[in-house]
């Protein structure tokens, strides 16, 4: 059985990247901090949108993240690593 993904960063790479694994058969859930990139991803490809990232926590078993500076996925990070451990 094939593992649940979730995808942080819809930008010009993870929205493509993202939507290979989707057109695979993949169960993708997405997460992007502005909401209509989530959307948009939605519309065009079969997936899960999650408006947290404690929502593609809940959902993914392995995480994806495409982000634009090294800032973005440290706070990503500290904020993934405190929902994983409580």
Request: a positive charge; aromatic letters at 10%.
């Amino acid at each position: 059985m094939q593992k649940a993904l979730g995808f942080i960063g819809l930008g010009v790479m993870g929205f493509p990247m993202a939507g290979h694994l989707a057109t695979k058969g993949y169960k993708v859930s997405v997460f992007n901090r502005t909401l209509n990139k989530s959307q948009s991803w939605t519309k065009k490809y079969n997936g899960t949108l999650c408006e947290s990232l404690s929502e593609l926590a809940e959902s993914s078993e392995i995480y994806f993240c495409v982000l634009e500076t090294m800032t973005m996925l440290r706070m990503s990070f500290m904020e993934m690593r405190a929902l994983l451990i409580i």
